[in-house]
């Protein structure tokens, strides 16, 4: 079965400091998605950045950056110059490429703070 | 509008209402679909449509029941719910399924009184 894992229930950092959000994944797949996805408490998930499992390249998104390890099934987001407004749930999901469900698998949340 | 909407963004309902919650996407997508989200536990997959026909249902009990019209709308009717059903209830789309990312509405949340 496929599953991510999001070891770190919760994070804090300091404004204009980096943080990096831990996500771990498994599968049998070898073509798949992976995203970052933010909930601030506005509730609205927005896509953050995304990787395709195919592409060695790492993802990045201005200060938004991703640390993609396919053989250790590791997928961590790396936050540069953070801002108050950074502040929410992370989400890492999981997709299979072309799968007829299209379902995406999350994992169970970061909460990041952001401490002036 | 653009992206996503979602409505209502709150709902209350006893056990016996029957209510319907609207998704309405603007992007053009084929595939939208219906995600449950409580609290302290992973978003939950309900339904998924593509152009309009439905590729999946999660195990979702039959007092939730999905409608999609057209490719631009999709509802969920909701009858004679428990208080466990309450959470926040949030619709997706994507241009296809299983190619790129889902596109999310704010969402309704949800109280079964």
């Known amino acids: 079965a496929q599953t991510v894992t999001q070891s770190q229930p919760e994070m804090s950092v300091q404004e204009a400091e980096t943080v990096t959000l831990s996500c771990t994944y498994d599968t049998s797949e070898s073509d798949y998605y992976l995203f970052w996805y933010k909930q601030p408490p506005s509730r609205q998930m927005i896509l953050v950045i995304r990787q395709e499992a195919y592409k060695q390249q790492n993802a990045t998104e201005n200060r938004f950056s991703v640390n993609f390890q396919k053989a250790a099934k590791s997928f961590s987001l790396k936050i540069s110059d953070s801002q108050l407004g950074d502040a929410a749930m992370y989400f890492c999901a999981y997709t299979v490429y072309g799968g007829s469900q299209g379902n995406l698998i999350f994992g169970k949340g970061t909460k990041l703070s952001v401490k002036p | 509008e653009t992206g996503v909407t979602q409505t209502p963004r709150h709902l209350v309902m006893g056990m016996t209402n029957k209510k319907s919650l609207k998704c309405e996407q603007h992007l053009g997508h084929n595939a939208m679909y219906w995600y449950k989200q409580s609290a302290k536990k992973p978003l939950e997959l309900m339904f998924v449509y593509s152009l309009e026909e439905r590729v999946e249902n999660n195990s979702v009990p039959s007092r939730f029941s999905p409608e999609c019209p057209n490719s631009s709308h999709l509802f969920l009717h909701l009858h004679t719910l428990q208080p466990e059903d309450s959470a926040l209830y949030l619709c997706?789309?994507?241009?296809?399924?299983?190619?790129?990312?889902?596109?999310f509405g704010p969402g309704t949340r949800l109280t079964v009184l």
């Open positions: 997706a789309s994507s241009q296809e399924t299983g190619l790129g990312e889902q596109f």
